[in-house]
Structure formats: structure tokens, C-alpha cells
């Protein structure tokens, strides 16, 4: 019998994700879904990804409770990758929720929808979809009620009466006919892109660094967030990471809990939405380039960002200016931008002023 | 550490007749379609041991799904009630935002899908203290199962005081909610005196396995060396439990179960250290039958039951001896 209330599990599907188990869980218990994360795989605490790449210790404690193996999980209930990604990798796994209509209607997310490198459902051939149907919002894992858009509150899924037979078939497999063909040429994620679609592309490449490079500030960073109104003035800081990751959010028009894990609201805020990158980009640059630049532009702010900061405080400086690089061209001149990323990431590390850098940033190890 | 095999709640696992006859009793009021049973006796008559048995036997039957809890004091909410009940049957890691109300009836149609059966049994002891607002979540809780198509049936076990209830919640206004789970009711009743010669039996003949020592010879095993056997206690233990039931007023054949069994285990335990002529062996059950404290208890509660009917509502639920 499960350690957890209400938990059945017989109703684990392979390869299912722990966003779905959450979802099943917090049906059965009658409890909001950000709930079930945040307990078993303190979402809120560490960082939004948790549900991805939970620490080695989490993940046991978690199949523990679950009644599952760790092995059996692993690959399957958390994204396939040991140890803490690098960003290569990282910025491939998507935070809100990609899904099968038809996986959906079975009450099963896998984890593998996650990868952007992975178009359709594997078990029944059909694109995945992202975003609400209702209102387009980014789906946020950490939604209140179970299969619900925490924006619009819309349903993507109700369970029936006989919801506890339905979690243990799972989803039906035999629904694709023949060989599947797409009835859009272009895969789904280089669909023209809308105002919003750019912002929550800006967010996740954010979110992919900040957990790779930066993660160990996150507590840095609810201190920091007076630089939030800085635009285009100097600021003051103290740890150089926490200030770069805070002012470069704020640049891209993502809101400042953002940062810290929280995702009090997936709209992109109406007045910022992608600030000024959104107006240089949109005029000057093609569609079908625009999401390979808004990621390269997101990568460029954080490293220029963070080099800045890092200069100020080689001097003995506590105050610094940045301001972002509008030039195209510069975010396609950065070939070494990974490893330079790492370095001055590894670099800003000792200038924290509030608290001595731990000696690996990789502190999600998944073994 | 584990119990022994032979024993139930520390008290020795014997088919007790007023236990089977509940047992029976409740399975014909559960066949027939009825929703609530309540279950009253005297303190100590063996309704907590019959709802522990219930419980076990229900389990491994299979034959439907139990939830129980104890009322630990008239205090807590509907949900504290939902809360234990569903916690009854595992689980420990909760989330704050549950819902007990409705994580509870979810868990039955989980359960009912698991255990194959839609018959939900809910034993709650000590339900004197069920409070208003329980009486009233339950009663909602009962037409959404019922909705679901599930079958439940609740037990309610309590002392004679839970005969008030109705007079208490006619203060509120709604007596009626209360014979809702209180038109079916059944009286625990104690031991008859030709029931102390089978009870006795049961010590020299039950055994945990085929070939393994009996109660008697595993607890005393120097006084069945000696050929001593429970049951040449019958006579001693009738003198002894009627003596003190007549000088009370009360009804000798209404023996609480738990006062006689104590008496005979300690009996047993004392027989086992030292072997009394005929008179010490007499002078020893009484002292037993004494100890159990069973005129204390009659001289404190009375005649509980009939007290309970004739009360009027009282300001506060209690137990009938303030």
C-alpha cells in the first residue's frame, strides 16, 4: 500500500510523468496539483523544473512514497538524463506542458512530451499540442485543480464516475490507422510564432540557464529585486548572479517570481511583453528565424549581463550599468556563448555577497 | 511486537456468543438494505473487541470496505471525522489543500474499483461524541455514495448515552437527522451464566495451529502440567460474578465480557504460580472476580441504559454518571 492518501499504484502507466501522477493524485485526494508538486517534489521550494529532473534524494523519497522503484522511474517518471544536464541539453526540456488530446483523454502526460526535440506522440502518431485550447496560455505544471489551465481555469480532461478503472487502463493504443501524415508542414514548434508563443519561449531558454548555471542564487535573487525598475540606470547589487538573472527577466518581459520558481502568472505581462527584444525582433527578423533568436538574444542578455556584473565586482564595485545589446548580429557572433556562459557563471559565483557558493552548481544530480 | 496469534486487543481471540451474535446481526441488517446500525452496550461489554474483529474478518473476507475510526472527544469537525476515516485504511503523506470531505468518497470508488465490492462499511466507536455537524456531513456523504452506486452501511458504536442523542438534537431542531442513523439499534448484551462453561472451554481447547498448545497450556503451563484445566473454575466464577450483579440490582445473566474474561485470565496467571487447596482456589476467584472492579462500575454508572432514555436534553453530551 502507497504512503501517500488516496494514491493507487496500479494506476502508474509507463512512461508516465510526474506532472500526471501529480494530476491523479490531486483528483483522488481532492487537492490542487501545485499542492501534490510542491510536497513530493518541492516544486515551489527549489525551482519549477523539480518534476523533471528531481534531486537523486527526492526522487527515492518520492518513489518511495509512490510505491515505485527508482529504476523503473527513472527515464519514466523523470526526463532520461543523469546527472544535472548542460544547457545543450536542458534548454530542449520545455517546463509548461506539451500533451496527446488523445494520452490526455486516458489521464496520462509522459515525460518525453517535455523534449521539443519530440513532435508527436509516440503511441498514437498525433502532434502534440501546447498551450491551452481555450485561451492559448502556457500550461503551467503547478495548475489548481487536476488537467486545468491555471489561467482560464478551462478542463482539459474530467475524469467520469469510473475515473479509477480509466487511471488503470490508461489511454487507448490503438487509435492511429496506418502511418500518420501531418496535416501542417511545419512541425509544431515552428508554427509562426504569436507575441505570446515568443514570450514563453524567452521564459523557458530564462528558466533552462537560471537552472543550469544559476540555480544556487535562487535565494540571491528574492533580495534582488529592486533592480527590477532599474531600466537603463545603474544599479546596486550584491550578488552579481541574482542581479543578472532579475534584470535580464525583467528585460524579456518576464515577471519577476519567474525567476524564484513561482509561477504566479503565465500571462507574459501585457506592458512588457518581451520588452524591448519583442520590438527589435519582430520588425527586423523573419518569422521563421524568430525563435532561434529570441533564444540566442536570451542567452546573450544573461551572459552580457552577467559579465558586467562580474567586472563591477573585480574592481570592488557595488554598483553597476548594463544595459541590453540590441545588434542581431552580436547574438549571432557568440559561438562559444555555452562555455562562455559557464565561465562567467563559475566566476560571479565567489562575489555572492550573501552567501558562499556551494561546490558544485549540479545539486539536482540525478545520479 | 507483534500479538500472539491466540490473542485479540490483549484479551484472548475466543468466538465470545455475544460478539458472534452481533456479527450475525449486523451481516442480516447490512443484507437487508439498511444504511446505519447503532451498536450500544455497557462499558467494557466488547464493542471496541467486536469492532477490532469486524474489522479483521471484513479485510479478509473481502466482502466489503471498512473504514473505522474512534471519536476521541466531541470536539472536532465533520472533516477531522472524513479525515481519520480515510486515513484508517494507510497513507500518511496528505497535502493541505485536501478536501476531506470529497478525497473521502473518492477513495471509496478507488477502493470499490480495487476491492471489487461497492459495499463500504463505516465503524465509527465511541459515537456518543458524534456532533451535530458530523451527523449532518455523513448524511450528505451517504446520498453522494449512494449516487455513485456504492452501498455504504455505518455502525455506530457507543455507550447507552448515545440513546440521548435524539432528545440532545431535538434542542437544535433536527431530531430527525438522528433517527436517520438510529432507527436500527442493537443492544450489546453480556454474559449469561451458561454461557461461563463454554467461554471456559475455549481455554483448554483453542489452539493457534493444529498442534500447538492450547491457551491454557501456553500462558500456564505449570498449571496444565498439573492437570488443571479453565473450565473447574465455571462454578466459582458464576458464584462470583452473581454475587456481585445481585448486590447491585443488576441482571447476573448481563455479564460485560471484558469484566469476565479478566477474571478468568487472572485466575489463570495466579493458578500458574501456586496450586491452592479447595477453599484458597474459591477464596482466589472471588478476589479475582472482585478485582475486576465491576461493582465500582455499577455503583458508578447504574442503570445506564434506562437513565439515557428517560433524560431530557442535557446542555452537554456526557457520559450519564456527573
Known amino acids: 500500500m502507497s504512503d501517500i492518501v488516496n494514491w493507487n499504484p496500479r494506476w502508474y502507466q509507463a512512461g508516465e510523468s510526474l506532472w500526471s501522477v501529480a494530476n491523479k493524485l490531486a483528483w483522488a ?57 548542460k544547457l545543450q541539453e536542458r534548454e530542449h526540456w520545455q517546463i509548461g506542458i506539451r500533451f496527446c488530446p488523445i494520452c490526455l483523454e486516458g489521464f496520462v502526460h509522459r515525460t ?61 493504443q490503438q487509435v492511429l490507422q496506418g502511418p500518420w501524415t ?84 503565465p500571462r507574459p505581462r501585457a506592458a512588457l511583453a518581451l520588452g524591448i527584444l519583442e520590438s527589435t ?51 549571432k557572433s557568440h559561438s562559444r556563448i555555452y562555455e562562455r556562459l559557464e565561465q562567467a557563471a563559475t566566476a560571479a559565483d565567489s562575489f555572492c555577497g550573501f552567501k558562499a557558493p556551494s561546490a558544485s552548481r549540479n545539486v539536482k544530480s540525478l545520479g | 511486537m507483534d500479538p500472539h496469534p491466540l490473542t485479540v486487543e490483549n484479551g484472548p481471540r475466543f468466538p465470545i456468543p455475544p460478539l458472534v451474535e452481533l456479527n450475525d446481526a449486523l451481516t442480516k441488517f447490512a443484507s437487508a438494505g439498511c444504511i446505519s446500525v447503532t451498536c450500544y452496550g455497557m462499558p467494557r461489554s466488547g464493542k471496541s473487541t467486536a469492532l477490532a474483529v469486524l474489522i479483521d474478518m471484513l479485510e479478509a473476507s473481502g466482502a466489503a470496505v471498512v473504514y473505522s475510526t474512534v471519536m476521541k472527544s466531541s470536539t472536532g469537525g465533520f472533516s477531522t471525522l472524513m479525515e481519520a476515516l480515510q486515513l484508517s485504511r494507510g497513507g ?7 478536501k476531506p470531505e470529497n478525497a473521502f468518497i473518492r477513495k471509496a470508488v478507488a477502493d470499490r474499483d480495487e476491492r471489487g465490492t461497492g459495499r463500504i462499511w463505516i465503524l465509527i466507536d465511541e459515537a456518543q461524541y458524534l456532533s451535530y455537524a458530523q451527523f449532518i456531513g455523513l448524511k450528505g456523504t451517504l446520498t453522494e455514495m449512494a449516487k455513485l452506486k456504492l452501498a455504504p452501511f455505518i455502525v455506530l458504536f457507543g455507550q447507552p448515552e448515545i440513546l440521548s442523542l435524539p432528545e440532545r438534537f431535538k434542542a437544535v431542531g433536527d431530531a430527525s437527522l438522528v433517527h436517520r442513523f438510529m432507527n436500527h439499534k442493537y443492544r450489546m448484551r453480556g454474559l449469561m451464566r451458561n454461557e ?84 484458597a482456589f474459591t477464596d482466589l476467584v472471588q478476589q479475582a472476580v472482585l478485582a475486576t472492579g465491576l461493582t465500582e462500575t455499577y455503583e458508578f454508572l447504574g442503570n445506564l441504559e434506562a437513565r439515557s432514555r428517560e433524560r431530557k436534553a442535557p446542555g452537554k453530551l456526557f457520559r450519564g454518571y456527573a
Open chain 1, 29 to 85: 485526494a481532492s487537492a490542487s496539483v501545485a499542492d501534490v508538486l510542491a510536497i513530493l517534489a518541492g516544486v515551489v521550494k527549489r525551482c519549477r523544473e523539480a518534476w523533471l529532473f528531481p534531486s537523486m534524494e527526492q526522487a527515492r523519497v518520492l518513489c518511495g512514497h509512490l510505491g515505485l522503484s527508482v529504476e523503473v522511474a527513472k527515464g519514466q517518471l523523470f526526463a532520461d538524463i543523469c546527472g544535472m544536464p
Open chain 1, 112 to 172: 518525453h512530451f517535455q523534449d521539443r526535440r519530440v513532435t508527436h506522440c509516440l503511441a498514437h502518431g498525433v502532434p502534440l499540442q501546447e498551450g491551452c485550447p481555450a485561451c492559448g496560455a502556457h500550461l503551467d505544471p503547478m495548475c489548481k485543480q487536476a488537467w486545468c489551465c491555471s489561467y482560464c481555469s478551462t478542463v482539459l480532461s474530467i475524469p467520469g464516475n469510473s475515473w479509477p478503472s480509466q487511471f488503470r487502463q490508461g489511454p487507448s
Open chain 1, 182 to 265: 501531418a496535416p501542417d508542414q511545419s512541425p509544431v514548434w515552428r508554427c509562426p510564432p504569436t507575441r505570446r508563443r515568443l514570450g514563453e519561449l524567452a521564459y523557458e531558454e530564462h528558466s533552462a540557464i537560471w537552472s543550469v548555471y544559476l540555480g544556487t542564487h535562487a535565494g540571491c535573487a528574492r533580495r534582488e529585486l529592486d533592480c527590477i525598475n532599474a531600466f537603463a540606470m545603474p544599479v546596486r547589487f550584491k550578488c552579481p548572479v541574482a542581479c543578472a538573472a532579475v534584470m535580464t527577466a525583467t528585460m524579456l518581459g518576464i515577471a519577476p517570481q519567474f525567476v524564484s520558481g513561482a509561477w504566479v502568472d
Open chain 1, 281 to 331: 525582433l519582430l520588425w527586423e527578423v523573419p518569422s521563421a528565424e524568430l525563435q532561434t533568436r529570441v533564444r540566442d538574444m536570451t542567452r546573450l542578455w544573461v551572459l552580457e549581463a552577467i559579465e558586467a556584473f562580474v567586472a563591477a565586482a573585480l574592481l570592488g564595485k557595488e554598483v553597476a550599468h548594463w544595459h541590453p545589446s540590441l545588434s542581431l548580429a552580436a547574438s
Open chain 2, 92 to 98: 500518511k503523506v496528505t497535502f493541505p489543500s485536501l
Open chain 2, 196 to 279: 461461563y462453561g463454554g467461554m471456559l472451554g475455549h481455554y483448554d481447547t483453542t489452539r493457534c495451529s493444529e498442534t500447538g498448545p492450547t491457551y491454557t497450556e501456553y500462558f500456564a503451563p505449570n498449571f496444565w502440567g498439573r492437570g488443571g484445566r479453565m473450565t473447574q473454575l465455571e462454578p466459582h466464577l458464576i458464584a462470583g460474578f452473581q454475587g456481585v450483579a445481585t448486590r447491585a440490582q443488576q441482571n447476573p445473566d448481563d455479564i460485560p465480557v471484558a469484566y469476565f474474561m479478566e477474571a478468568a485470565t487472572s485466575v489463570l496467571q495466579e493458578l500458574d504460580e501456586a496450586d491452592p487447596d479447595e477453599k
